[in-house]
């Protein structure tokens, strides 16, 4: 484990590397706790450079076993298991260097570089796992050419692969075998992959735009190779969008998936070979939900569309991370978008932002979306990066409209194909292209915290007034911030619901429906409109801000009811169901009855009953705002315990009112045909499922959530029906027998295990900690994987608000010995599960106090990662 060494890596330091590495020969020798590598690197000095500087290979934890150079053994070196130094070199421009390594893949249970999962070999790489293999220039603007030659036993891994294409294969003796794997791209080695071992196959073809057939492979566990289908098609309808859309093809003649069951992330964009977290493959009606199915649809084809944005075109950088990230969970938005509902998928994505990125910004974690400095690049796969920045790109889209945005992704391919590229130049693209400077919008990528809007509207004689007020909230290291450019999408909407005019605007410019913010104030007005109109803001979430604006609750009842933009529809009425809640959480906190307005029980029956919306949409517009939600918008001080008591209230209040027809609804939408994982199915499930939500809190509830559990056919149902009873009738012999029913029947199949896992890690109240410290010795636990880990201890400190926080601290004491633990074995995943402690000073005085010490408690242990250090640190500094 590396422990930290105070370095910190600063944007402005870059330089380019001395050498290159233009062809690499690996031959790997596999054995679970000696496997060699013998890596040939073709040296050249870059053009232009120093005469002769010094070769500084990175490692990590390497052994060296052998080094030559230019067919001179043992030449003079300094290795250490970070560091291979070479000070004499030959005076020719380019040579070779072998150098042999030993590695114990069955020891590394960090999951990087290479290790074993399951009896499977196989590596991570991105982003600096590759020095765990070999002693390389492991950073992404070194491009090589690879040739890799796999040797083991035939018995153990009949199945040997790597990047790019199959080259040969044969026998060897002694029941060994090898195969030989080119990949003619030039990559860095972070998208290196090698995969070994005894799995099976579910094949397809592909035929590309330009007539090429690409042989498609998933290699899975024997026997579940069905489960793999939902993926298989995902990936097809993946390489038609991305012709369709974006024009790009896919370039070699065979592409591999492998599913894995430990794995740090969601999967991995190998060139040629994507290595994926077996959670996103494998998917059938009875053990996954239709949330799996559309996460197994998007991380797909999040993976695939890296071929161009990542893998053709890379980043210089680590800190240039959102170049293909952000541009990529974009990519994959767009997909979902046209494969799904998009105005459903819209909604669905900036309740993630919300939940995963505000909080980011707005704690002591907040990065900008492009970062200046880091001490573990790790910590820095954040929603801010993949998430934020793909809102950035978004918004560039609105800003350029969407045929001079495709000119400049045109432009950007043609341009950088094979290249290792910086934000700049993703901008320069589009300046390039439309004329315009991009340099004020830049800020998105270079200033972090999220921004606000404080607008207030007044309208007198035909004329609308629009006083808007830009700021962004000081974050960690940025105190004052400068005036973002924030495209606004809005619309001025009449009392008959239709779209107001108006002749002429001053104050900005207005176009197409947007309103471009670029100074810290603007005085807008709209003249020639015809009745004071109710205002539809940030029409699509358009930018990723805060908004507050004076509007009475008649008008966000009218907008709910009326606005033609999902998104700003969906908002209005969620708006209403926050500020009834906080109101509700300060009643609480005041000792004070709570009281809810009926006509919000209304509206949520109104909603959920209207057959002209999409049950999908009717869903998310009835589900309340989660208990975490509640809290960021609370801000500060928090009781958790209140905020549940209120969220209850609130949920029972719509219940009760809506009983009937509720109940009506709930048989209505019983599905009787065949399963289909499509989003109409997936919709109607939702609905259903939010309303046996409110059923199950009033009489008869444990029994209707009792006979949806034994009746149900697919998994959303099933996990619908346990959650409801092992949240609302905890302790029940309902729930009791749903729980021992669901583990008797799915103990053997790990990933639908999770959901068990889950449920009851959630399950309010501070008795949960108890729980889970019993499910930790739970047969299906695992501390060492990390979906088992996320699972229990994820789900717990991050999910269940009134468990986690319980006001006794002993929730933070717990996690952070279990912390301390895992960060022995696997340090990306305790720092990770560390950012649950992030907004520990928006709580209440007593929690904050625990907290501070959970965290300081691990600060002063000395045996602790540098990835787990920099985010304790981060979070108390
Ligand atoms: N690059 C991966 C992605 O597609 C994420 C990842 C990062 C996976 C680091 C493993 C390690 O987003
Ligand atoms: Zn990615």
Redesign the pocket.
Known sequence: MRTDTGQVFRLEDYRPSDYLIPQTRLTVRLAPDATTVVAELTIERRPGGDAAPPLVLDGDGLKLKRIELESVAQPAHEATPERLVLNDLPATDRFTLILETELDPDDNKALMGLYRSNGVYCT?C??EGFRRITYFLDRPDVLSVYHVRIEAPHAAAPLLLSNGNPVASGELGNGWHFAEWHDPHPKPSYLFALVAGDLGRLGDSFTTMSGREVELGIYVEHGKEKLAAYAMDALKRSMTWDEEVFGREYDLDVFNIVAVSD???????NKGLNIFNDKYVLADETTATDTDFANIEAIIA??YF?NWT?NRITCRDWFQLCL??GL?VYRDHEFSADQRSRGVKRIAEVRTLRALQFPEDQGPLAHPVRPRRYREI?NF?TATV?EKGSEVVRMLRTILGAAMFRAGMDLYFERHDGQACTIEDFLKVFEDVSGRDLSQFGLWYNQSGTPNLTIKPSYEAGTLTLEIEQSVPPTPSESRKRAMHIPLAFGLIGSDGKELEWTEVEGASVEDGVIHVRKRSHKLRFHGVAERPILSLNRGFSAPITLAVEQKPEDLIFLAGHDSDPFARWQAFNTLLTDSLISAYRCVRGDTRLRFPSQIAQLAGRIAADASLEPAYRALAITLPSETDIARDIGKDIDPDAIFVARRGLSDFIARSNHEPFAELYRELRDDGPFSPDAAGAGRRALRNVVLGYLARIEGGADLAGTQFSAATNMTDLVAALGTLAHDHAGSPQAEAALADFAARHGAMPLAMDKWFQIQATAPGEQALDTVRALMRHPAFSADNPNRVRALLGTFSGGNQTGFHRADGAAYAFFAEMLKDIDQRNPQLSARLATAFRSWRSLEPVRQQKARQALASIAGASDVSVDLRDIVERSLA
């Open positions: 991570q991105e982003p794995f740090n992330m969601g999967a991995m964009e999040h993976e890296h990542g293909k990230e990529t790790n796969y993949y």
